[in-house]
């Protein structure tokens, strides 16, 4: 059986997937985390707030470093910051349908300036994007749009080298080809453009890819790659690939998050145990039990201590008359 790890393991050399995975990797190390323990900030005193600008500024200085990179990356870095910015406030504020208040933005973009000002002389790239009011949808349709392009770019220069392997994202450009086709009809009704700004979307259809050789032979069975079986190719659901490319990883049992919650699991086993021993009929029934088996034992051993005494007292006579033991001796 060939496993949807199988099937998009080469999807983490997409840029879009690797900039995902470095904007959610954990950090011990931040530079500018200090601006978030700053009073003038006010996040001191909100913990949940105060830990989502330890991340916010650990990313702030990710995109710091990409500054050199070519405009369509740093377009989608942007896109992509900005939907992670939605996306943990909503899980701190438990749901989508809670709006980012505007206090929240204003520490957020004086924290940014903050840092931009002082440590670079560089403009922040963002600024454009972050100033955009915008829906959480159009958000993650705008980011979504801007990762295709970015990754069809990527794909399309393996295509042209030696050893690209462009057939290696054969399933990624099938799975694509619907969500390019309403890629395209947005972004011609898209006169403000929210979702389509600095993309031509007319040069990025998949079938232009998938028609190339380089870039299909992997379906026949290439021998210069891994021979994927017939059926692992046939993924239509470009959702659910995209779930599958995001959201699935390894389990190292050597990780300390996953001995913590291996520890938390047994604890919480222990509780659940204790508290159902104290306070259900179940725990009164053992309670009974246990103190039923007790008096038994109890009494138990004191009918042996009685039935033991007389005994011995019936007896004792005989034990002193007993004659003395016959023991010969031998002069050496």
């Not at 323990?37 to 006010?42: L, V």
Request: charged content about 30%; glycine content about 4%.
């Amino acid at each position: 059986m060939v496993t949807p790890r199988d099937r998009n393991r080469f999807l983490s050399d997409l840029p879009s997937y690797q900039f995902y995975r470095q904007l959610n990797n954990d950090f011990s190390e931040c530079r500018y985390c200090d601006y978030c323990d700053d009073p003038i900030y006010k996040f001191s005193h909100e913990i949940p707030k105060k830990i989502f600008c330890y991340q916010f500024v650990k990313n702030l200085e990710i995109l710091k470093e990409k500054n050199n990179n070519d405009e369509d990356l740093k377009n989608m870095y942007c896109n992509h910051l900005i939907h992670w910015i939605y996306e943990k406030y909503y899980n701190m504020s438990l749901g989508h349908g809670v709006k980012m208040t505007e206090d929240f933005t204003d520490k957020l973009n004086k924290v940014t300036n903050a840092i931009f000002s002082r440590y670079t002389s560089d403009r922040d790239y963002c600024e454009n994007v972050i100033k955009k009011k915008l829906s959480y949808q159009d958000i993650k349709k705008r980011k979504d749009f801007h990762d295709y392009y970015v990754n069809y770019k990527f794909i399309h220069r393996k295509s042209t080298e030696a050893n690209g392997k462009c057939y290696n994202f054969y399933d990624y450009l099938n799975s694509r080809r619907d969500f390019y086709d309403d890629m395209v009809k947005q972004c011609k009704e898209d006169r403000e453009e929210k979702y389509c700004e600095h993309i031509n979307y007319t040069n990025c259809k998949p079938q232009t890819l998938i028609n190339l050789p380089q870039c299909n032979n992997e379906k026949k069975g290439s021998p210069e790659g891994p021979d994927i079986p017939e059926d692992a190719l046939e993924v239509k659901d470009g959702y659910r690939l995209r779930y599958v490319w995001e959201t699935d990883d390894y389990i190292y049992f050597s990780d300390y998050r996953f001995i913590l919650l291996v520890g938390l699991s047994i604890w919480g086993v222990i509780l659940s145990l204790f508290l159902l021993y104290k306070n259900t009929p179940v725990g009164l029934w053992i309670k009974n039990f246990l103190k039923k088996k007790e008096i038994i034992t109890s009494n138990f051993d004191l009918d042996v201590e009685h039935d033991m005494l007389p005994d011995n007292s019936d007896n004792l006579h005989a034990n002193f008359e007993r004659g003395p033991y016959s023991v010969g001796y031998y002069p050496g």
